[in-house]
């Protein structure tokens, strides 16, 4: 069932591949109009982790020295080209010229300097130092049209995380104002924000890429209501909407005045639970619970089988994905007889907490319960909203067992850190990592990664549903938009209308 | 008169200090740290602790209780921890909304209410009556945000006659603002109609069962003479409170409206700011929502004395 749901993701991608080569040609001038779901806290990807930020503003505002494009890839952004040393301790980055921030001002090699002494720095409130861990000094190089970044070590993940959201380049001292209003380099300048109701970007006529964007103007529109969303794409109040639930997509298929489009993006729905906790301390125990889950019905029943199931903290849509779905298959019998060699004949008792604003990860948790009781474990299913789930569950790391999807891409990481909420400690998750970093070729360090997939799909650290797909609809003239998720991105930037 | 209003104002001041302590105490009550849920699920410790700091989280509740209360009096409602803007002008452009929605659903109510209730009651025992009971009783028993979903999927996804949701700004398009107004204010409006016009209508019948009205009647007056002068002078003392309630349930029920028709209002930054755990946001928000409150409460109260001489002596 599972390998024809991956032959038909792969039709629709195929499908939508034929539907793009059919595109008319893109047009200039007119505005688009984006649902999306909340507030972002704030506005720059380096003073807050949260994903609704690089939703809106990554590439479409904001640019590093390199991105992502729509395929996943690493091409140049601020930066032209690149080359490392046969030592792997030194990047040197040609910076792009004639490049200008959107308050007038030139990019130049000290924005670069000062973004990135400030990323290393622990103390400036910068995100995710860790991806910065292996640079030792950044330098200007060839009178300042290039930047230089020595290494205390070969770094593999470095280009990657130079592409992440946390990378992006803003004028050298305006991180106190970038929270509120965002200067960067990207095609729309940050126009107006109207908390609670809409944010509008407005076409940068000094872009340095000729001809983009295609759009005079974006307008994001915060509609925290699903069914509200989506009566807005329905009426035409609204152009492009993602994240639809499966049923919204299917709808939209159906609807002749919508396009819809089933992609992939590297959300993990995982069923979390406490390893540093009994029972989930006992190893048998969380195998049990993984034979216990029948993930193809959930996929069916819970996703209209929008979905594809998963064995560890992979989804398909990443470079070094390992199947492992059969590593604890769908076996009630089996589950029973783990959890009676565990001591527990009779089952026990766990508290299972799905998070409020997730109907995805809740309606699975709810299927999830139902299967967990057939083989004798008692789940008390409760609610918790997000503040409570942030503050007790993911940083007290004070729960029995929860749901959630796990978006970011190349996230494995999270395995080797003990204090993370799972409470999972194997310090060969660590020195597998270190192995990634340093490895010699590509084919090493996927290996590697593949070796820690292993190691905790066999731990059976958590129960890994599903990834679940980008599903996205838009109105019938809107082209040139995203329909893959390989950073959580709203990309207009090549969008444009067209009848 | 005078010493009322004194004493209806001071009550009504504490209860506004209490409705704020009270929230403030509940939200410390519930966990969530603001600063966490501005820097993401991957932020790292230092830059939390970092945070808190900034945001003045570091001191103690009560302090930053009497901190807030203090700026409140000199006119400084503090700074919104998700936003970094001033609280005072977040409410003010969510009034906005908030104020002509509740105010457009309330007069729709009472436009419709009152004369299908004093209807309603003068036909008492013909076939009327009983068609407006099961209509109200059925308005009553829909849920605001229900109809609001199927007036959306009507006038805004089949026909296209008007937005699903959102607003775009009285500054920007007042035609487009009033539009966008409208369905909140039917949705919202109408289940409140259909309450207020089964209060109307009982206060009504209860005053046409009065001796003086009898005696009215029997003396000869015409029957608009004894409905206008006796009967509902008589009637709009309850008619009032009811219309004082449904001021307050409306001004309440347009936290949810606001959410199915996306709009920028109050209830919804105030929903927004619990998720967030902004307390100075959601202190303002209480605030105004305390003192609109108690200050309608307050108004009836005085009108009373104005409709009913025996309450003003008393």
């Known amino acids: ?499 | 008169m005078l010493a009322y209003l004194t004493r209806r104002l001071l009550t009504a001041l504490v209860s506004v200090v209490l409705a704020s302590l009270l929230v403030f105490s509940a939200l410390l009550a519930v966990p969530g740290d603001p600063a966490a849920l501005i820097l993401g699920m991957n932020a790292q410790p230092e830059a939390l602790a970092a945070l808190r700091i900034r945001l003045g989280l570091d001191v103690p509740p009560a302090q930053r209780y009497v901190a807030w209360l203090g700026g409140v009096v000199r006119g400084d409602w503090g700074e919104s921890l998700q936003f970094g803007r001033p609280v005072a002008a977040l409410i003010w452009a969510r009034l906005g909304v908030s104020v002509p929605l509740a105010l457009g659903a309330a007069l729709l109510a009472c436009l419709i209410a009152l004369p299908l209730g004093i209807w309603a009651a003068l036909r008492r025992g013909t076939a009327t009556d009983p068609v407006v009971i099961v209509a109200s009783q059925v308005g009553a028993a829909i849920p605001s945000f229900w109809l609001g979903l199927l007036l959306i999927l009507f006038f805004a996804v089949e026909l296209r006659w008007l937005p699903a949701g959102g607003f775009p700004g009285w500054e920007r398009s007042v035609t487009g603002s009033l539009r966008a107004l409208l369905l909140p204010v039917l949705a919202l409006g109408l289940g409140q109609a259909a309450v207020m016009a089964r209060l109307t209508r009982a206060a009504m019948l209860d005053v046409l069962a009065q001796d003086y009205v009898r005696t009215a009647r029997a003396k000869g007056l015409p029957m608009r003479k004894v409905i206008y002068e006796h009967a509902l002078r008589n009637a709009l003392v309850t008619i009032v409170t009811i219309l004082g309630l449904s001021l307050t349930n409306v001004f309440i029920g347009s936290i949810v409206i606001e959410q199915v028709f996306a709009l920028p209002g109050l209830g919804r930054m105030a929903l927004t700011a619990i998720g967030n755990r902004d307390f100075p946001l959601l202190q303002g928000a209480i605030l105004v929502y305390a003192t609109t409150i108690v200050l309608l409460s307050f108004l009836v109260d005085v009108s009373y004395g104005l409709l009913d001489p025996r309450i003003r002596y008393a």
């Open chain 1, 1 to 499: 069932m599972q390998r024809l749901i991956a032959c038909l993701l792969a039709l629709g991608v195929a499908l939508g591949g034929l539907a793009l080569a059919q595109d008319p040609p893109p047009t200039h001038g007119g505005s688009v109009t984006v649902a999306i779901v909340a507030d972002p806290p704030g506005w720059d990807p380096s003073a807050s982790t949260s994903q609704e930020i690089p939703r809106v503003v990554y590439h479409n505002v904001f640019e590093g020295l390199v991105r992502f494009d729509s395929a996943g890839e690493i091409v140049p952004a601020l930066a032209t080209d690149w080359s490392v040393s046969d030592d792997g301790l030194e990047w040197t980055f040609t910076l792009r010229s004639g490049v200008s921030f959107h308050d007038g001002s030139d990019f130049t090699v000290d924005d670069v300097i000062a973004k990135f002494e400030r990323a290393m720095d622990p103390d400036s409130g910068h995100t995710n130092a860790a991806y910065y861990a292996a640079i030792e000094s950044v330098e200007s190089a060839m009178d300042g049209a290039a930047v230089v970044f020595r290494l205390s070590e070969p770094s593999r993940s470095l280009l990657y995380n130079l592409a992440r959201p946390d990378s992006i380049i803003y004028p050298a001292g305006t991180h106190e104002t970038q929270r509120t209003q965002p200067i960067g380099t990207g095609p729309f300048r940050f126009a107006q924000y109207v908390e609670g109701s809409e944010v509008r970007l407005e076409r940068f006529e000094g872009y340095h890429q000729d001809g983009l964007p295609y759009l005079d103007e974006v307008v994001f529109r915060i509609i925290s209501d699903t069914n509200a969303r989506f009566a807005a794409l329905q009426s035409g109040d609204i152009d492009l909407m993602a994240q639809l639930a499966p049923e919204q997509y299917v709808q939209a298929d159906a609807n002749p005045d919508l396009q819809a489009s089933v992609g992939a993006a590297t959300a993990e729905i995982t069923v979390a639970m406490n390893n540093a906790r009994e029972p989930f301390s006992d190893e048998r125990v969380r195998q049990a619970i993984t034979h216990a889950i029948d993930k193809d019905a959930i996929v069916q029943g819970a996703m209209f089988g929008l979905g594809t199931v998963i064995g560890t903290h992979m989804t398909p849509a990443e470079a070094y994905y390992v199947d492992l779905t059969d590593t604890y298959p769908y076996d009630p019998e089996r589950a029973r007889e783990l959890l009676a060699e565990a001591g527990y004949p009779d089952g026990f008792t766990i508290d299972f907490e799905l998070p409020e604003p997730y109907a995805i990860e809740r309606r699975s948790g709810e299927v999830v319960a139902q299967y967990l009781r057939d083989v004798g474990i008692d789940v008390n299913l409760s609610v918790v909203e997000w503040g409570t789930w942030i503050e007790r569950i993911f940083l007290g790391r004070d729960y029995d067992m929860t749901i959630i999807g796990h978006s970011e891409p190349r996230d494995i990481n999270v395995y080797a850190n003990p204090s993370y909420y799972y409470g999972y400690d194997n310090a060969r998750i660590a020195e597998l990592l270190a192995e990634a970093e340093a490895a010699g070729s590509a084919e090493e360090e996927t290996a590697a990664f593949q070796e820690i997939a292993r190691i905790i799909a066999d731990d059976a650290v958590n129960v890994w549903l599903f990834s679940s797909p980008f599903l996205v609809a838009a109105q019938n003239d809107v082209h040139g938009f995203w329909t893959d998720q390989p950073t959580p991105n709203l990309n207009m930037v090549e969008v444009y209308r067209a009848p």
